[in-house]
Each structure stands twice: as structure tokens, then as C-alpha cells.
């Protein structure tokens, strides 16, 4: 994955997308008989290698889940959330306010800062989620399906800003929609799930630009998925 | 039938044409959609819903009928010199129960202190870090083994530990043998409580880049706080109205706790509990008044505690 891209992970349901992602910053190390094997690098370095914090690499790379997940404190301290964790002293209230601009959030909700997270819209949860992932600067974002839960017009709104994110960040985005993955990334990715040999076994098809692989993908499945023939 | 022409017209508005549709359509065999008593699962249902009504306010009527009768007999003494002076002795009138109120503060606060760290930490434990180990599942079974533990066993293990070995009736006595009843409550209730807080809560904040220990302080407790809060009242509820633990604990005494501006911590203390016990059993009227009185104000100590906890947990959930 390059810096300053977008790229997006598509395939069908249960091909992997998701745990494929949550490699990408350890969050699979709290799940019961996760195994890994391979390397990931991140800047040069191997995040899985044994001398490795998984903490401190999702300090960087940060993550927006399928499902708005705001705290249920303040909409200020949810932004705040990450910077208190990291010992940031200064300045907080700045940081809080470009993250939310940042967010395109600042204006719906800068008159009522003090009011609980849970009481925003799901759409604007999730740019509240987005908001807080992103006050901390990581250099990586993870998306998982951060559309999914939203109605077309929120997601509308999602795309926009993920295309401005992508100035200052990487980003890596689930999707279960081809449109936007097309919409919104410059490479693509198109997992499928074997179940030929027992059990699930998911894989990469292809990885490609995603004009290239909308328009003339290499492999027979890819073409197959994109024209909606199997799911 | 009577019944179901009032039921039809009433649904209707006064619009005769569509009376006259209801009408003719009901001629025809159309399926009947008023409600009739007159079917027997109809009637069986609001048989069993009146049922439901009845038998909730007759659980009621124990408690209020207790609560009525402690206005009525304990409100007579009510007053401020109950707050302010010690208990009479035999032939004497008037007195109060100022030190008793003191003293079960006191022991309830010992109490909490030991049980409710303990308690919260543990159920952290059981929740989060080894919710599956022998150890959560093996302090999980005791746990729930104590939350039936008679409590005049609590006041004869702490007779064993704490008196036995001070050599002395004492409130930190007490307090523990209540903090033995209490933690049950508190641990079960909070582990309740956290296993509640959603797991897409704690994923957004592992994801940011919390350690563990930052997860559980700035993410679980908080958000599991009301739930805890009401497993912590519970339990001081409990202990404020428990007496026998403190018959072989704390016994009781006439005397403020703190004398002389002294704080006789290390001395047989008085409780609200006890002097209800003790009172209630002598022949002098002066005595079984003030067993009324204070029966009535721990009733009060106990609702107040409640509501102040309750208004304090929905403060933090509208935040």
C-alpha cells in the first residue's frame, strides 16, 4: 500500500476482508486462537516481529469500525479520548477542533461540544469516530466498512472526506460496495473465499489499480464478481 | 351482542356511510375483528393480564403496610433531639439514638471501603481479563455461595478473626464482618455490569492505541459505573439493616463514638440495628418508642443512600 492512497478491500462475505484489515494493526492479537504468519511492514519495520508493542503500533495506525462506536462521555471527550491517552498536554481544545473540522463534523456540532456522543445521528457517530481516530495524526487509517451502517447520503459524505483525508493519510477501506470502492480508490484488492477443500480459506485474487481492475481485470473471477454474476 | 355494536360504532367516526360499509360487509362472512369477551382465549388473556395487576399490588402491600406502620409508630419520636443525644437508660424518658446512627455510618463506611475496591477490582478480573480460568469460574461459584451466606456466621467469623484477636468489641470488627456480606453483591453486580459495556466500545479504544489498563479505567468503569453504583447501594442497603453480624462484633454501647474529641474506634460501638434489637425486647415504653423511631430513621438512611445513588448514576449517564 502507498502512502497517500486509498485502498480499497473488496470480495464477497466472509472472504477475510475485515480480519485481512485488522491485521494491519494487530487487532486480531485479542481474538481466541488467532494465528499468525507472515510480515507486515510498516515503514520499514515488521509490526508482528517479537520486539514489537501492538499498543504503540496502533498509535498509528488508527481504525473507524463498521459500527459508530462513540464512547458514551462528551462529544469533546471523545476526541480528547486519544490525546489523553497519550500523554498530549497541550493545546487540547485545538487539536479536538481540527480533528473534528478535519471530520467535516465542527460545524453540526461545535454549539453542543458538552452533549453525549450517543446522541448524534449514526452518520455523524461515524465522523465522530473518524474524528477521534484521527486527533491522535496517525499515519495509517483503517476503514471496515465504515459506510455500511449509514444511509446513502452520510456515505456520501464518508467518500468526500475520505478523499480529503487521503492528502495527510493512508487509508485502507473494507467495502461491500464496488461503487465506492471505485469512487473512492486508487488500488483495489479482490479477495475470494475458497471452500473447495473444506472449511473457508479466503485469498487474493487481485491487487490492482482500480480503474485496471474495473475496466480489464486479469483474472476470470474478478471479472465475474464485478459484473455481479456471484456473490 | 351489546357489547360488540358499542365497541363498533365507537371506532368509527360519526360518518353514517361507512357505518353502512362495516355493516354490509360484516353480513358477509368476513372474519369479526372487535373484540369480544365472549371468546374464551380472549377472556382467558385478560383474565391472566388482570391476574398479573393483582398479585403486583399485593406484593406491594407487605412493604407499604411496614412502612405505614413505622410513620405511624416510629414518626411520634421524631425529632431532633433523636440525632443529638445518646439512648436513656431504664426508668428514663426521652433520648435519642444520635451515637447508633453514628455507629452504623461508621461500620457501614468500613464496610464499603473494604468490600467495594475489592468487589470492582475482582469483577474486573472475572470480566475482563480471565473470564473462562479456573480461577473467575472457581470465584464466580464462591461468590455466589456467599450472597446466601446466613449472616450470623459473617459476625461469627469476624468474632474469630478481628475480636478474638484485638481482644475487643470494635467497630473495624463490625465493618468487616458486613464488608462479608457485601462484597458478594458488589463483585457479582459489577461484573454484570462490565460484561454489559459494549465490545465495540472497548475495540474503538484498543484501536486508538489504549493499554489494557487504559481500557479498563477510561473506558469500562466509566461507562459501567451506574450498573455498579446500584450493586454498591444494594449491598449498603443490606449491611446498614443487618444486626446479627454485630452482636458478636460491635455490640453496642451508650456512648458516642467519639469522646472527649477522641475517636473510640477500638470500642463496642452502637448501631441502628442492634438498639432496634435490644430496645424492642425491653418492658419500658420510653425504650420500644425509640426501637420504632429508629427503625423508621434507618428505613430513611437506607432510601436516601438509594436516591442519592440513583440520581448520581443518571448524572454520569446523561453526560
Not at chain 1, 487474493?204 to 473471477?221: C, G, H, I, S
Not at chain 2, 457501614?108 to 471501603?113: H, P
Not at chain 2, 452502637?270 to 420510653?286: D, K, Q, R, T
Amino acid at each position: 500500500m502507498e502512502q497517500g492512497e486509498i485502498t480499497a478491500f473488496i470480495g464477497p462475505s466472509g472472504c477475510g476482508k475485515s480480519t485481512a484489515l485488522r491485521c494491519l494493526n494487530r487487532m486480531n492479537d485479542l481474538v481466541r486462537g488467532f494465528r499468525f504468519d507472515g510480515h507486515v511492514h510498516f515503514r520499514g519495520k515488521d509490526i508482528y516481529h517479537r520486539s514489537v508493542d501492538p499498543v504503540a503500533v496502533r498509535r498509528y495506525i488508527g481504525m473507524v469500525f463498521q459500527q459508530p462506536n462513540p464512547f458514551a462521555m462528551s462529544i469533546y471527550n471523545n476526541v480528547a479520548f486519544g490525546l489523553r491517552l497519550n500523554r498530549v498536554k497541550d493545546d487540547i481544545p485545538e487539536r479536538v477542533e481540527r480533528a473534528l473540522r478535519g471530520a467535516a463534523l465542527w460545524d453540526e456540532v461545535k454549539d453542543k461540544l458538552k452533549n453525549s456522543g450517543l446522541s448524534l445521528s449514526g452518520g455523524q457517530q461515524q465522523r465522530l469516530c473518524i474524528a477521534r481516530a484521527i486527533a491522535t495524526e496517525p499515519t495509517v487509517l483503517l476503514m471496515d466498512e465504515p459506510c455500511s451502517a449509514l444511509d446513502p447520503i452520510a456515505t456520501r459524505r464518508i467518500e468526500e472526506l475520505m478523499t480529503e483525508l487521503k492528502e495527510k493519510y493512508t487509508i485502507a477501506v473494507v467495502t461491500h460496495n464496488l461503487q465506492q470502492a471505485q469512487r473512492v480508490a486508487d488500488k483495489t484488492a479482490f479477495m475470494y473465499v475458497d471452500t473447495t477443500q473444506g472449511g473457508r480459506t479466503g485469498y487474493l485474487v487481485e491487487y490492482e489499480d482500480t480503474n485496471r481492475l474495473f475496466q480489464d481485470p486479469k483474472e476470470e473471477f474478478t471479472k465475474q464478481y464485478i459484473r455481479g454474476e456471484f456473490s | 351482542m351489546n357489547d360488540s355494536d358499542s365497541n363498533n360504532s365507537a371506532g368509527i367516526d360519526s360518518d353514517s356511510e361507512e357505518i353502512e360499509l362495516t355493516r354490509s360487509f360484516a353480513d358477509v362472512d368476513f372474519p369479526r375483528l372487535e373484540r369480544s369477551l365472549r371468546h374464551p382465549r380472549t377472556l382467558f388473556s385478560s383474565g391472566l393480564s388482570l391476574m398479573t395487576g393483582i398479585v403486583t399490588v399485593v406484593a406491594c402491600i407487605p412493604l407499604f403496610s411496614v412502612l405505614i406502620m413505622l410513620m405511624y409508630r416510629g414518626g411520634k419520636r421524631l425529632g431532633l433531639e433523636l440525632l443529638t443525644e445518646t439512648p436513656p437508660s431504664a426508668f428514663e424518658s426521652g433520648g435519642g439514638f444520635g451515637n447508633a446512627i453514628v455507629g452504623t455510618l461508621t461500620m457501614v463506611g468500613i464496610a464499603a471501603l473494604i468490600a467495594v475496591p475489592f468487589g470492582i477490582l475482582a469483577a474486573v478480573f472475572l470480566a475482563e481479563f480471565g473470564p473462562k480460568s479456573k480461577t473467575a469460574s472457581a470465584v464466580r461459584f464462591c461468590a455466589k455461595l456467599l450472597t446466601g451466606f446466613p449472616s450470623i456466621l459473617a459476625g461469627v467469623f469476624a468474632y474469630a478473626a478481628v475480636v478474638l484477636l484485638t481482644g475487643t468489641y470494635s467497630a473495624p470488627a463490625g465493618g468487616i464482618a458486613l464488608s462479608i456480606l457485601m462484597l458478594p453483591i458488589v463483585l457479582l453486580t459489577a461484573e454484570e455490569s462490565i460484561k454489559m459495556v459494549p465490545k465495540k466500545m472497548k475495540e474503538a479504544a484498543i484501536g486508538m492505541g489504549a493499554t489494557q489498563t487504559q481500557v479498563v479505567w477510561k473506558v469500562i468503569l466509566p461507562t459501567a459505573l451506574p450498573g455498579m453504583l446500584t450493586g454498591v447501594m444494594l449491598a449498603v442497603a443490606r449491611a446498614a439493616g443487618e444486626t446479627a453480624p454485630l452482636l458478636f462484633t460491635a455490640l453496642n454501647s451508650n456512648y458516642w463514638i467519639v469522646q472527649d474529641g477522641e475517636l473510640a474506634l477500638m470500642e463496642p460501638t452502637a448501631s441502628l440495628a442492634v438498639l432496634i434489637f435490644n430496645f424492642s425486647g425491653v418492658p419500658f415504653e420510653s425504650q420500644i418508642e425509640l426501637a420504632w423511631a429508629a427503625a423508621l430513621v434507618l428505613v430513611l438512611i437506607v432510601l436516601i443512600i438509594n436516591i442519592g445513588g440513583q440520581l448520581l448514576s443518571r448524572k454520569r449517564v446523561l453526560r
